[in-house]
């Protein structure tokens, strides 16, 4: 039986929360001084979730979405060069299941992008996930979890192909 003093947790849900702590553009030209967009969430709703770094550096954005079940959750990052003029270019995509990652621990991993374009070298993107399902404040937890299985989900064609 239990009492109104039992633990309750704050907030209903588990919570993402996601990194780009690097990009490498592989075989895709840029000059050095060229302004990435990384757009970071929920396939459904990705694009609106944005952020502009440099190619030196890496987004100061930490991503957040709600989630019930890592099984059957997913999460998309896009980067692209950004252009002034007539939209952004995609340099890679790739979508990850929630499910490959170790919860209420930070996993940093590195993942091949695909492309719209043939590269003869795949952008990489360096991205840190934690998984809170312990109520834990973003990245508020123990470093060096691990990937259990393959976290990709293949797609033929990119969103924007």
């Known amino acids: 039986m239990s009492s ?10 588990s919570r993402a929360y996601i990194r780009v702590d690097g990009v490498e553009t592989g075989s895709f030209h840029t ?14 709703n990705f694009m609106n979730h944005t ?3 440099s190619e030196k550096n890496c987004p100061k954005k ?6 019930s079940d890592a099984s059957r959750s997913s999460f998309v990052v896009v980067i692209s060069k950004k252009h002034l003029f007539g939209g952004d270019e995609e340099i890679g995509e790739v979508e990850l299941r929630l499910s490959a990652f170790e919860p209420n621990t930070v996993v940093s991993a590195e993942f ?5 374009h043939n590269q003869a070298v795949p952008a990489r993107a360096r991205l840190s996930v934690h998984l809170s399902e312990d109520g834990s404040s973003a990245f508020c937890a123990p470093a060096g979890g ?16």
């Open 62 to 67: 930490t991503w957040e979405f709600k989630y």
């Open 146 to 161: 691990v990937v259990f299985q393959n976290a990709e989900i293949p797609h033929k064609k990119t969103y924007f192909q």
């Open 4 to 13: 109104n003093f039992d633990y309750m947790p704050l907030m209903s849900g």
């Open 112 to 116: 091949n992008l695909k492309s719209p």
């Open 51 to 53: 952020a502009e770094f």
């Open 31 to 44: 000059n050095g001084k060229t302004t990435l967009v990384a757009r970071v969430g929920p396939r459904a």
